[in-house]
């Protein structure tokens, strides 16, 4: 069955890195996009990172320049590199999967898989 495990959530200073990883199993990755989504409290679900099957990127605006999400078909794998952390990144982070159009990569309803989510506290 379908698996996405997402690891490397904490709690981090302003400023401080981590970098999040995703374990996919269960489907084809090399066929599917894969995006990072966060959720903060009370707020909606946003993409902020997608990569295509080509390894196209795009990243919302918030994160441009301190993000960057890679993949590794080796490892069926999904990354997401945090730097220059702020306060207002804190949320619960989501890995996803799906079959869209890599200008689509950032909206939700483009993904069918998700993991169970990795929180990160920047404090």
């Known amino acids: 069955h379908v698996q996405l495990v997402e690891s490397g959530g904490g709690l981090v200073q302003p400023g401080g890195s981590l970098r999040l990883s995703c374990t996919a199993s269960g489907f084809p990755y090399d066929d599917y996009c894969m995006s990072w989504f966060r959720q903060a409290p009370g707020k909606e679900r946003e993409g902020i990172a997608g990569?295509?099957?080509?390894?196209?990127?795009t990243y919302a605006d918030s994160v441009k320049g301190r993000f960057t999400i890679s993949r590794d078909s080796r490892t069926n794998t999904l990354y997401l590199q945090m730097n220059n952390l702020r306060r207002e990144d804190t949320a619960m982070y989501y890995c996803?999967?799906?079959?869209?159009?890599?200008?689509?990569?950032?909206?939700?309803?483009?993904?069918?898989?998700w993991g169970q989510g990795t929180q990160v506290t920047v404090s």
């Open positions: 990569i295509d099957t080509d390894g196209t990127t």
């Open positions: 996803a999967a799906g079959r869209t159009s890599w200008w689509l990569l950032l909206n939700v309803a483009g993904y069918k898989y």
